[in-house]
């Protein structure tokens, strides 16, 4: 075992990883989101619900133009099992699941790069669906490497609820009391989630419109970072 005051240097150090991750994911994230929209015809790479309303709206309007919305549900359920299954061959290996999946969420951002740029601006060109489908994929992989290796972190992809909650807590710690302490706590592990996701849709909607999907450089360059950053921690820290 570690000592005392190891296993709480410890703690504080995977705190900071913690959230210097749910930082870094949420601005890839933000960034992806706005730069799939910008590009290929309005699909949301992680917001998949607005796809369902976009979809919607591209049925009632007569608009034929909505393949990529209706194969970004199904793909985005796939990717999440499939995810699933690769972390869990991971832990009965006994091998950390954490920066693999960060690992496959950038090599499918490089796809989506890759491709995006061959493809021809419809996104619902063959190369243009696909390409979006890979945007999907990265970000499914982002909101199951969170739930499953980041245990407990904010989502990074999907604001509603990280917004209610950090609204929710807000007027906790306004109003005083004994829950002020549990509701600051609250906050502080929220925002870096809102911000990081409201900075990187700035960033990918300057980017989308001065380089279009070139912009996605920019997401790539941070998901390195995480692969590099990722430090899970050893099974003497572990409880």
């Known amino acids: ?35 799939g929209f910008l590009g290929l015809n309005g699909l949301f790479t992680a917001h998949i619900t607005g796809n369902l309303v976009m979809l919607a709206a591209h049925l009632i309007a007569g608009d034929v133009d909505i393949l990529a919305s209706m194969l970004s549900v199904p793909v985005y359920i796939v990717i999440m099992f499939l995810t699933r299954l690769i972390a869990l061959r991971l832990a009965r290996n006994n091998k950390p699941t954490l920066r693999p999946l960060l690992a496959l969420q950038m090599l499918l951002l490089v796809g989506f790069l890759a491709l995006g740029n061959a493809a021809p601006p419809a996104a619902n060109a063959l190369q243009g669906v696909t390409a979006g489908m890979l945007g999907v994929a990265a970000m499914a992989v982002q909101t199951a490497l969170v739930q499953i290796s980041l245990t407990g972190a904010p989502s990074t992809a999907v604001m509603t609820t990280n917004i209610a909650h950090f609204t929710l807590a807000l007027a906790d710690w306004v109003s005083g009391g004994e829950r002020t302490r549990v509701a600051r706590t609250r906050m502080i592990e929220l925002l870096p989630a809102i911000l990081g996701f409201t900075i990187g849709s700035a960033v990918g909607a300057a980017g989308e419109v001065l380089w279009g999907l070139y912009a996605l450089v920019a997401p790539i360059g941070l998901a390195l970072l995480t692969v590099a950053v990722a430090h899970p921690p050893s099974r003497r820290q572990a409880p």
């Open 1 to 35: 075992m570690l000592p005392a005051g190891g296993a709480e240097g410890a703690q504080n150090a995977h705190a900071v990883t913690v959230t210097t991750l749910v930082l870094i994911l949420s601005v890839i994230a933000g960034s992806t989101d706005v730069i």
